[in-house]
């Protein structure tokens, strides 16, 4: 007999979390953030158990985003002001397209850092960054704080992830966490027009499939 337990829980656990979201007087920027960080927790918890259960539920989830209707709570309560022309969640429905992309192209180990650099080391570098007073170069947009943070978190959520999923041992984790770390937060800093949420994980992506063949 199918055990539907895993399915269940975690959607009534995303209900809970989005009902908790709409009632809540937080503002939209923290809102969206903390949605965005919670798929990211829930993410890493089931893709340890079932690769194929974790890629149906963010199925369900994007279908969630696609259909819902203007008119509801929770649609004010996180879109911003250049999604109500187009009437959908876009920078949401994009960030949840790059997380199910990465997790059917690429290895779990792989896979969870791409989402550890879209989830939490962008977010947090976001949240730094516009406190940070040196501005970047080449970019004037960005702030050194906030390219150090990323590159921090970066690595830290890598190394964890890889120690974890990875075959590697603990000399490789290292220099990949470091070399992936590095080029992601350089290519987050660019002053180019493609969204984060696209360019931040194929990077991170694209980095670590290289290294593994490099070394």
Do not use: H
């Not at 399915?7 to 809970?16: A, K, M, R, V």
């Not at 539920?57 to 649609?75: D, K, P, Q, T």
């Amino acid at each position: 007999m199918l055990n539907l337990l895993p399915l269940i829980l975690p959607l009534i656990l995303i209900g809970i979390i989005f009902l908790l979201i709409i009632k809540s007087e937080i503002n939209k920027k923290f809102g969206r953030q903390f949605a965005r960080t919670f798929v990211g927790i829930f993410v890493i918890a089931y893709s340890i158990n079932n690769k194929t259960i974790l890629l149906g539920l963010l199925s369900l989830v994007m279908l969630f985003l696609l259909f819902i209707s203007e008119r509801s709570l929770f649609f004010k309560k996180m879109v911003e002001e250049k999604e109500k022309k187009s009437g959908k969640l876009t920078g949401l429905i994009l960030y949840l397209s790059m997380i199910i992309l990465t997790t059917i192209l690429f290895p779990l180990w792989i896979a969870g850092c791409c989402l550890i650099n879209l989830s939490f080391a962008d977010g947090f570098a976001t949240f730094v960054g516009k406190k940070g007073r040196s501005k970047l170069m080449w970019n004037k947009k960005k702030t050194f704080e906030g390219s150090i943070t990323f590159l921090f978190v970066s690595f830290l959520g890598c190394f964890l992830v890889m120690s974890f999923l990875s075959p590697f041992t603990l000399d490789r984790i290292i220099l990949f966490s470091l070399i992936t770390s590095l080029i992601a937060s350089f290519a987050e800093s660019l002053p180019i027009k493609i969204d984060d949420n696209i360019t931040v994980p194929l990077v991170t992506g694209a980095a670590l499939y290289l290294l593994t063949i490099l070394f």
